[in-house]
């Protein structure tokens, strides 16, 4: 499997951004997630959605800001990120978990197959 992730950049406090991660090889009945690492910080779950069925989860520093969705035909998922703060800035990577326990969601060790990153800039 392999993950491209996308679409980070920089932005005011405040502003919106989308970010997209396309999958391809065998995705077969996976979990996709979007994990971030701040500088000088662990690497932490920011949001996921499961292939079958389309349910989420969110770390609770982003909910109600924070969407993510999928387009399965596309094997691709976004993030969209509204009313950032300067709080997410980080390393935005994209991760697969081809079998997810329901329980580790939000462990980024239960995922299998992981994108190279993009940076989210948010200036106050």
């Known amino acids: 499997v392999q993950l491209q992730a996308y679409g980070g950049g920089l932005v005011q406090a405040g502003g919106s951004l989308r970010l997209s991660c396309a999958a391809s090889?065998?995705?077969?009945?996976?979990?996709m997630g979007w994990f971030r690492q701040a500088p000088g910080k662990e690497r932490e779950f920011v949001a996921s959605?499961?292939?079958?069925?389309?349910?989420?989860a969110y770390a609770d520093s982003v909910k109600g800001r924070f969407t993510i969705s999928s387009d399965n035909a596309k094997n691709t998922v976004y993030l969209q990120m509204n009313s950032l703060t300067p709080e997410d800035t980080a390393v935005y990577y994209c991760?697969?978990?081809?079998?997810?326990?329901?329980?580790?969601?939000?462990?980024?060790?239960?995922?299998?197959?992981w994108g190279q990153g993009t940076l989210v800039t948010v200036s106050s």
């Open positions: 991760a697969v978990a081809q079998h997810l326990i329901l329980s580790r969601t939000r462990q980024a060790s239960a995922y299998d197959y």
């Open positions: 090889g065998r995705t077969f009945s996976y979990t």
């Open positions: 959605i499961r292939r079958s069925g389309g349910a989420t």
